[in-house]
């Protein structure tokens, strides 16, 4: 029996981010999907000083449009 497994993403405009300015878990993504950026968390740091990883996602990745 094959399994399938499924990666959720958490996805928020900037704005609403900024707001509630969470602390990600280490390795957990955080997409803000108004600006395509991304930031990876630390498990430590909240939102706010975290850098941003990628500023320009490919299309698609955010969206859930194919390549």
Known sequence: MSSIARL????????NW??????LLDG???I???TRSIKVGDGTNAWSALTYYIST??????DGGGA
């Open 32 to 34: 803000e999907t108004d």
């Open 8 to 15: 959720r993403l958490r996805r928020d405009t900037a704005a």
């Open 57 to 62: 996602a490919l299309p698609g990745i955010i």
């Open 28 to 30: 957990e993504l955080g």
């Open 18 to 23: 900024a707001a509630e300015n969470p602390v």
